[in-house]
């Protein structure tokens, strides 16, 4: 089928209120989608590596957004992700094989109820100052002001319960239960971090630390290892691979192009990382949503750089063992004719403005900060382009966040538009990088390799 009759196709589809391609609903997992498998103990991240053939360390990695450390550790962007990968470590880290292995914890099990982690942490932890890391600090960093026992909002998603039994030992109970290892604590918004007077920056338990601001820099205490960030946003991505950096993580396709002119560069395509929907109140769960072709005929048309169309199962067709507390269903007819997206998300920005072109929605309407998440609340418009993880850790969780961000929405009602990644863009002659689950990248010096 022509990718002219799939649009013509499409604008009908959208017309008619969602009328065409298979409705898929429900249904019961036997676990988490994409569940990442207990390691053996000959595993090793060897096979994670970004590029496998030796070289020199990377060096300098060149940003296209602003890091602030205010933020950290729980990154609001790429760039954020990237530095704070590098600082702030959590209990347990998945790598990209989907082989749970040991992070600030050395080893993990279940208690005799099976509902509770008994986590012993790594023998001798330390901060990046040298001082050590407790079992209470841990405790510290999930919970509000660091004392009492009264989770942050965004660890409630995961966490039930969490006590220090010893410095060492660490009771949790998860949200999520009947899973064989706890994929939840892999999650980065349970990184690790203690904050100090007089510093910025709050300490992690990696060997790493700021070591300057100006420009940023990584490195370890000795200097074996160290890593320079420039931060440039606004800046020609083309003019920084020019300036002779290391690397650079992107979605541009006018970076990706430029560089495959550059023989001293070779650009490496991440894991699907994202996957861009489309919630629409009042959507009937009678309504259909759109088949694998015209996903793919509207990521091809609209979307600059790496995209396809959402290639399914989908995470949130298989809940029916989470624990999510759903707002009451409701039906509405949108105040507005506009479809919302984030500002910040270029390739949700190119879906919105393809709908709005097939006049499916007469304006859409790019929102950031407050702004964003009122609108979405309130959801009165006619449309939302939101951006999901394409594989999460812990769906349960991912689910009761969204419901917490948009307590109108129905998982049966949402639909897939289109799947993104980056694209990393490596000098050749560089090593020393490991590819975790999430796409997340780490610098390792070659002591530091599993």
């Not at 510093?199 to 060997?207: A, D, F, K, N, Y």
């Not at 959507?283 to 048309?301: F, G, I, K, N, Q």
């Not at 910040?344 to 709908?355: N, Y």
């Not at 499916?360 to 959801?379: F, I, K, N, P, V």
Request: aromatic share 6%; glycine share 8%; with cysteine.
């Amino acid at each position: 089928m022509s990718h002219s009759f799939v649009r013509f196709a499409f604008l009908v589809c959208l017309g008619a209120t969602w009328g065409c391609g298979p409705r898929v609903g429900l249904h019961r997992a036997s676990g988490p989608a994409s569940a990442p498998s207990a390691p053996s103990p000959e595993d090793s991240s060897a096979d994670c590596e970004l590029i496998s053939e030796p070289g020199e360390p990377v060096g300098t990695v060149a940003l296209s957004e602003r890091v602030d450390p205010v933020n950290a550790p729980r990154a609001w962007n790429e760039s954020e992700r990237l530095v704070f990968r590098q600082l702030y470590e959590t209990l347990v880290r998945v790598d990209c094989k989907g082989r749970v292995r040991p992070g600030l914890a050395a080893s993990w099990r279940l208690d005799a109820s099976g509902r509770t982690w008994i986590v012993t942490m790594r023998l001798n932890s330390r901060f990046s100052d040298g001082t050590p890391v407790t079992a209470a600090d841990v405790v510290s960093a999930w919970t509000l002001s660091g004392i009492g026992d009264e989770l942050r909002s965004e660890i409630r998603r995961f966490i039930r319960s969490i006590h220090a039994v010893d410095d060492r030992t660490l009771e949790i109970t998860l949200r999520s239960q009947g899973v064989d290892v706890p994929l939840a604590l892999a999650h980065s918004d349970l990184a690790i971090a203690k904050r100090v007077s007089g510093s910025r920056w709050p300490l992690g338990t990696r060997p790493a630390r700021v070591a300057a601001e100006n420009p940023l820099s990584v490195a370890t205490p000795e200097n074996s290892f160290s890593v320079q960030f420039l931060v440039a946003p606004g800046r020609d991505l083309r003019d920084l691979l020019d300036e002779g950096v290391g690397l650079l993580l992107t979605r541009d396709p006018t970076a990706v192009e430029y560089a495959a002119t550059l023989p001293q560069f070779v650009s490496i395509p991440l894991a699907w990382q994202q996957t861009k929907v489309l919630l629409t109140p009042g959507r009937a769960r009678t309504s259909r949503s759109l088949s694998a072709e015209e996903r793919e005929a509207l990521a091809h048309d609209a979307v600059q750089g790496a995209a396809r169309g959402a290639l399914g199962p989908f995470w949130w067709q298989s809940l029916s063992n989470c624990e999510v507390a759903y707002s009451p269903k409701r039906d509405q007819s949108p105040a507005t004719g506009r479809i919302v997206y984030d500002a910040a998300d270029s390739a949700a920005r190119d879906l919105a403005a393809r709908l709005v072109g097939l006049r499916t929605y007469q304006s859409a309407t790019g929102l950031t900060g407050e702004a964003l998440a009122s609108a979405r609340r309130g959801g009165n418009d006619a449309g939302y382009i939101l951006s999901l993880d394409s594989r999460p850790l812990d769906p349960c969780r991912d689910m009761q966040a969204l419901v917490d961000d948009v307590g109108w929405i129905d998982p049966e009602t949402i639909v897939p538009l289109a799947d993104t990644r980056l694209q990393a863009i490596v000098r050749r002659g560089r090593s020393g990088v490991i590819v975790d689950w999430d796409g997340g990248l780490l610098f390792v010096d070659g002591r530091d390799k599993q």
